[in-house]
């Protein structure tokens, strides 16, 4: 551990147009500069580096990750504390991206591209998400993520979002994706990009995707009690398919509850591996009653013929496509064969990285069953997912006489 930290943290308003609207671009423009204010006013030896129209930077100094994380949860608070007194839409919200680094470190640059790249995933980290560069060298720490697995499953420390899935032609939830997280007690959040690979590579997978079946269960139940009885989908790591031994015991977790609705999602490259067993597997959880999806499509090299031969419902196009969908050329092309495609094979589409209403709109007029991505919700807590379907039940009592997507932009934005 190092003599200290610095810190840089941006903290961007997540709402800036819809205030602007409601405030006026002066006035919001001063609750900014007295946010900032009170930043530097508060936290003794906090600096206000610069502050764009969105945007605000600090730099800070902390003795260690533990008093760092402390601070940036202190600044969340305050920020968010200082505006009870406004009216609900009057109150900006945060999402804030902060990035540490031992005092000896001299590179800023770094520290605040780190920043910037905590602050790209601090929405899916439920506002806050901060990068660890103190631990510098990435192999040792790579092997130290790995060695620290186990442990962190023990404690509690892994966590699970959901992210729903709508079904376009009856604007309602069709089922939810689980997604993992780890809340590591001195790195702050890790996301999976960062832990899965090395779980695959140091056989921790296994544990790892049976500790999330048997919380998804869990979950599931819970949903089914409070009237949402909707299937939860996991991922399935594809090299877990030549795994006899995951097999069975994703099987005798599976046996053990039959009421669970549950969903498995599986990137095609993983089948191509070692297809014969592959196949075999996902026949066995077929027969067991999971829907079977395939994830991530079109970002492997497999053509949809040959994946026909898996027992799979569903067909999830990577966002790859989607996210691009209405300013590309080639992708709406791509999207659109890919829908008549599986449908004529009998499968249902899943858009991923629907992000704006302009996609939404053309997905609806290709023929896509459903649609996954931020403009809907992004990844949340069991909690919210609640709370989702519980405002949807409402809001489809009263406007389900309406046409397709009569519904404003903001109710796609909600949860
Ligand atoms: P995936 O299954 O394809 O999940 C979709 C990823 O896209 C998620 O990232 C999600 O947060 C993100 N995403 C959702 N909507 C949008 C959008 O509108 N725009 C953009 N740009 N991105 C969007 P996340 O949570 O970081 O997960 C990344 C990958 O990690 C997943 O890709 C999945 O392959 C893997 N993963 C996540 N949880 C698990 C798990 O429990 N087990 C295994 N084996 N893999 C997992
Ligand atoms: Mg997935
Ligand atoms: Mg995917």
Redesign the pocket.
């Known amino acids: 551990m190092s003599h200290g930290l610095n810190i840089s943290a941006l903290c961007r308003v997540t709402n800036f147009e819809t205030v602007r609207r409601i405030l006026g671009k002066l006035a919001l423009q001063g609750a900014l500069d007295e946010l900032a204010h009170r930043i530097t006013g508060t936290f003794g030896g906090a600096e206000l580096i610069g502050a764009g129209r969105d945007l605000m930077e600090f730099a800070f100094r902390a003795a260690d990750a533990q008093a760092a994380q402390a601070q940036l949860e202190a600044v969340r608070h305050e920020l968010t504390s200082r505006q009870e007194g406004l009216a609900p839409e009057a109150r900006l919200s945060f999402d804030i991206g902060a990035a540490w680094a031992s005092c000896d470190e001299g590179d800023t640059l770094r520290l605040l591209e780190a920043a910037e790249a905590a602050l790209d995933r601090a929405a899916?980290a439920g506002g806050l998400a901060v990068i660890d560069l103190s631990l510098a060298d990435r192999a040792v720490d790579r092997l130290t993520l790995i060695s620290e697995m186990p442990r962190a499953i023990a404690a509690g420390e892994m966590f699970?979002?959901y992210?729903p899935k709508i079904n376009v032609r009856q604007q309602q939830v069709a089922s939810a994706?689980?997604?993992?997280?780890w809340q590591h007690p001195e790195r702050g959040l890790v996301?999976?990009?960062d832990f899965?690979a090395a779980?695959?590579e140091s056989g921790q997978?296994a544990p790892?995707?049976l500790w999330?079946l048997r919380q998804v269960i869990a979950d599931q139940r819970r949903l089914a009690a409070e009237g949402h009885d909707i299937p939860l989908f996991?991922?399935?790591?594809g090299m877990?398919l030549a795994n006899a031994e995951f097999i069975d015991a994703a099987c005798a977790i599976i046996t053990a509850h039959p009421e669970a609705k549950l969903g498995f999602?599986i990137?095609e490259t993983a089948v191509i591996r070692d297809p014969e067993s592959a196949i075999r597997h996902l026949h066995q959880f077929a027969d067991h009653g999971v829907v079977l999806a395939i994830?991530?499509y079109g970002a492997g090299l497999s053509s949809l013929a040959y994946l026909k031969q898996l027992p799979a419902k569903e067909l999830?196009i990577?966002?790859m496509f989607?996210?691009q969908l209405t300013s590309s050329h080639r992708d709406p092309l791509i999207v659109r064969s890919t829908i008549d495609l599986a449908h004529a094979l009998e499968m249902e589409v899943t858009a991923?990285?629907?992000?704006t209403p302009a996609a939404l709109a053309l997905l609806s007029v290709m023929g896509c069953d459903l649609v996954?991505?931020?403009?809907i919700s992004?990844?949340v807590p069991f909690a919210a997912l609640c709370t989702f379907l519980d405002e949807q039940e409402h809001r489809i009592e009263t406007l389900s006489n309406r046409p397709v997507f009569s519904r404003s932009g903001s109710f796609w934005k909600r949860a």
Do not use: C, F, M, W
């Open positions: 899916d699970l979002h992210q994706e689980a997604l993992i997280r996301l999976p990009g899965i779980a695959e997978i790892l995707t999330t996991l991922n399935i790591s877990l999602e990137t994830d991530d999830k990577d966002k989607v996210t991923e990285g629907v992000e996954q991505g931020y403009l992004r990844p």
